[in-house]
C-alpha cells in the first residue's frame, strides 16, 4: 500500500524532471541527425546521393547546376551525407521546424567568376 | 540455402502437418513466393526447441491449397494474408475474412501477386 | 440469455494503435471475440521489392517504430549469412548494446503503458521518466531517438566511444536502481496485484500450439528465447532465459521487469568484454538464393524470409511479427473474462498493430 510513499516524497522536493519547454530550450546533441544540409559550393552535381537516398527525396540537375531536397519525405538516414565524394552534404544537428505545407528547397550553384577560368586555363 | 527444406505437394501436405502436431512442433508461420512463371511457392515453418522445420508446396495460381487451420489454429490470419495479397486459394479456413483482413473493396486484388497493371483512364473508351 | 456486439477500438483510449475486436458478450461476460486488423496496412513488403538491398535497411526499421533496431537487426543478418559475410567483433558487440537498449526502452514503455491501462497514472509517469534515459543514449550515440538507424549490411553505421560506453554503464546502473524502488508497487500493490493476478491465464499448452512466442510463451512456462541460440555475441555472454510458471497477466509483467534487469546485465557484459576494431566490412555483389533469419524481439520471435535473384533488387521479403503469432492467444484468452479485463488482456500481449500489419 505505501510501496509508491518513497518516490512520492521524493518527487515532492525534487526539481520537475521535464524542462520549460519554449523558454527553456535543450542544445541539440553532437551528430544528431537533424535534418540534411548541403554547402551547394563544393557541389560536383554527380548524384550518388540521390540515388541512393531510400525515400527519393533528393533531385539532382547538373544542367542547370541545382541541388533539391523534399525536407518531407527525407526520412533523416544520412545516407547522403555517407555516400558524398566532396562531404558537401551534411546533417545539420538542428532539427527541422514544422510547416504548414509541404514544399522542398532548391539550391543553385552560382557561375563561377570568370577570372578563375581563365587562370586555369 | 535454408536448413531442413522439404518438397512436399499438396496433397501430402495436410499429413505431413498432422506428424508435425504430433511431433510437438511449434507453428512459425507460412511464406508465400510468386516465382513469375504461373506458379506460388507456399513455405510452411515449423519450430522445434528453436530449430525450424520447413516444407515447400508449389501450387499454380488457381489451384486449391488445404487450410492448416483445423489443426494449428494459429495459421488462421496468416492464410487469410496470403489468400488476399497472393490471390492463393486456401480452401476450408476456420475464420474467413473473404478478402477483408488487410484489404478494403476499392484496393487493387492480390497487390503481392506478379501480375500486369493495366491502368484505365477514367472516361476513356 | 441475449447476446450483444461491442465494438471495441479501432480507436479506445488504452491503446493507441487501431486494434480492432468484435466482442459477443453474455452480460458482462465476453463468449467469443473476432479480431479485425488492416487499419495500418501500408504495403511494406511491397515497396522492398522496388528498393535496393542496401537501401531496404531503412524500410525495415519503420515497420515498427519500438524494436526498429532489431527489425534491421534481422534483415542485416538474414543478407550477411546470405553473401557470407562475416562482421567485424566490434559490430556484433555493438548491435547487442543497442538492441538491449531497445529491449530496455520497449520494455519500460510496456510497463508504463499497463500502468496507465489499469488507472496508475503516477506509476506510469516514474517509468516514462526512467524510460527518457535509453532515448538520451539513443539520441548520443545515434543520432536519433527511436529509429537510430546504426545497422548496416556488413557490420554498424556508427561507433561507441570509450567516454560514451562508461556513461552507458552508469546510466543503465541508474535505470536498475529506479525500477528496483518501483518493483514493489509492480509485484506487491494490492489495487495492482487485484487488477493482474489470475486475470488472462493462458496454459503452456495453450500457448504453444497457438504460436506464442517472446514474453508471452516464457510467462506460461515456455523456456524460449532465441537469443540462446547465440547470434550477435549472444553466444559469449551470460544469461538465462525469464520464465514464469502461472501464465496470468502478473507472470507476463514480472518477466517484462526481470528482462529489463537481464538487458541491464547483458549491456554491462557486452560493454566489459567489447573489442576494438574495425565497426564495418566493405560488402560487394549481390544478394542470390533463399535465407530464414530469426531474432528475438522485446514482443518475441520475428521471422525474416529473404529470397534474392542476383539483382540489387530482392525477390521477397517476407515479415513475421512478434504481434502477429500472439493475436492468436488473445483469442483463447478473452472468452470467457469480464469487458472491464479486456483493456489490461489486450495490453498484456504488447499489441504492435503497425507490425502486425506492415
Known amino acids: 500500500m505505501f510501496d509508491m510513499l518513497g518516490s512520492v516524497l521524493k518527487n515532492l522536493v525534487s526539481r520537475p524532471a521535464t524542462r520549460k519547454y519554449p523558454f527553456e530550450k535543450r542544445e541539440p546533441l553532437k551528430d544528431t541527425r537533424g535534418q540534411v544540409g548541403i554547402n551547394i559550393d563544393d557541389c560536383i552535381f554527380c548524384s550518388i546521393c540521390s540515388r541512393k537516398c ?49 514544399s522542398s528547397a532548391k539550391y543553385v550553384q552560382q557561375p563561377k567568376p570568370a577570372s578563375q577560368d581563365n587562370k586555369t586555363a | 540455402m535454408i536448413e531442413n527444406l522439404v518438397e512436399i505437394s499438396k496433397e501430402q501436405l495436410l499429413s505431413q502437418v498432422q506428424s508435425m502436431k504430433y511431433d510437438n512442433y511449434r507453428f512459425v508461420t507460412a511464406s508465400c513466393v510468386d516465382t513469375g512463371d504461373g506458379y506460388l511457392d507456399v513455405i510452411y515453418h515449423f519450430d522445434l526447441d528453436l530449430e525450424l522445420k520447413n516444407f515447400r508446396v508449389r501450387v499454380k495460381k488457381d489451384e486449391e491449397v488445404p487450410s492448416i487451420s483445423k489443426i494449428y489454429f494459429c495459421s488462421v490470419l496468416v492464410e487469410n494474408e496470403m489468400k488476399e495479397l497472393f ?18 473493396d476499392d484496393d487493387l486484388a492480390n497487390p503481392m501477386a506478379k501480375q500486369q497493371i493495366v491502368i484505365e483512364k477514367r472516361g476513356a473508351k | 440469455m441475449s447476446r450483444s456486439v461491442i ?9 493507441p494503435e ?60 538474414g543478407i550477411e549469412s546470405l553473401m557470407e559475410i562475416q562482421i567485424p567483433d566490434r559490430a556484433r558487440y555493438l548491435r547487442v548494446i543497442w538492441a538491449e537498449l531497445h529491449r530496455i526502452h520497449s520494455h519500460l514503455l510496456w510497463l508504463g503503458l499497463l500502468a496507465d491501462a489499469f488507472g496508475f497514472e503516477s506509476l506510469f509517469m516514474q517509468v516514462w521518466r526512467n524510460r527518457e534515459k535509453v532515448m538520451d543514449i539513443m539520441e548520443e550515440t545515434a543520432g536519433s531517438r527511436v529509429i537510430i538507424s546504426t545497422n548496416a549490411i556488413g557490420g554498424t553505421r556508427r561507433d561507441i566511444s570509450k567516454d560514451m560506453l562508461l556513461k552507458i554503464r552508469v546510466i543503465v546502473d541508474e535505470i536498475k536502481e529506479d525500477m528496483k524502488q518501483l518493483e514493489p508497487v509492480f509485484f506487491n500493490d494490492y489495487t495492482v496485484k487485484h487488477r493482474l493476478v489470475g486475470v488472462g ?39 538465462e532465459p525469464v520464465v514464469e510458471k502461472d501464465g496470468d497477466s502478473y507472470a507476463r509483467t514480472m518477466v517484462r521487469l526481470k528482462e529489463v534487469y537481464q538487458s541491464v546485465s547483458l549491456i554491462k557484459q557486452a560493454i566489459a568484454n567489447i573489442p576494438e576494431g574495425e565497426i564495418s566490412v566493405p560488402v560487394k555483389g ?17 521471422l525474416y524470409y529473404l529470397k534474392g535473384n542476383g539483382t540489387k533488387n530482392l525477390e521477397r521479403l517476407r515479415v513475421r511479427t512478434p504481434t502477429f503469432a500472439n493475436i492468436p492467444t488473445l483469442l483463447k484468452m478473452l472468452p470467457g473474462s469480464q469487458l472491464a479485463d479486456v483493456p489490461v488482456l489486450i495490453l498484456t500481449i504488447d499489441p504492435c498493430i503497425s507490425c502486425t500489419e506492415r
Open chain 3, 18 to 77: 487501431p486494434l480492432h475486436l468484435k466482442l459477443v458478450m453474455e452480460d458482462e461476460k465476453i463468449v467469443e471475440a473476432i479480431p479485425a486488423i488492416g487499419y495500418v496496412h501500408r504495403g511494406l513488403e511491397k515497396l522492398t521489392e522496388v528498393k535496393e538491398y542496401t537501401q531496404n535497411v531503412f524500410v525495415v526499421e519503420r515497420i515498427c517504430g519500438i524494436c526498429s533496431f532489431m527489425h534491421a537487426m534481422a534483415y542485416c543478418q
Open chain 2, 87 to 104: 490471390g492463393l486459394n486456401v480452401t476450408n479456413m476456420a475464420i474467413d475474412y473473404g478478402g477483408h483482413m488487410l484489404l478494403s
Open chain 3, 286 to 302: 549481390n544478394p542470390n538464393g533463399e535465407v530464414i533469419a530469426r531474432v528475438e524481439q522485446p514482443r518475441g520471435e520475428v
Open chain 3, 7 to 15: 465494438p471495441f477500438g479501432p480507436q479506445h483510449p488504452v491503446l
Open chain 1, 54 to 102: 531510400p525515400s527519393d527525396a533528393i533531385n539532382v540537375n547538373k544542367a542547370e547546376k541545382s541541388w533539391e531536397i523534399n525536407h518531407f519525405k527525407c526520412v533523416m538516414c544520412g545516407v547522403c551525407a555517407e555516400v558524398c565524394p566532396k562531404k558537401c552534404v551534411d546533417m545539420v544537428e538542428q532539427y527541422k521546424t514544422p510547416a504548414y505545407s509541404k
Open chain 3, 201 to 239: 491465464v493462458l496454459t503452456s499448452e495453450d500457448a504453444y500450439s497457438l504460436g506464442a512466442v517472446g514474453p508471452m510463451a516464457r510467462a506460461s512456462g515456455i523456456s524460449q528465447d532465441l537469443r540462446t541460440t547465440g547470434y550477435a555475441a549472444y553466444g559469449e555472454l551470460d544469461f
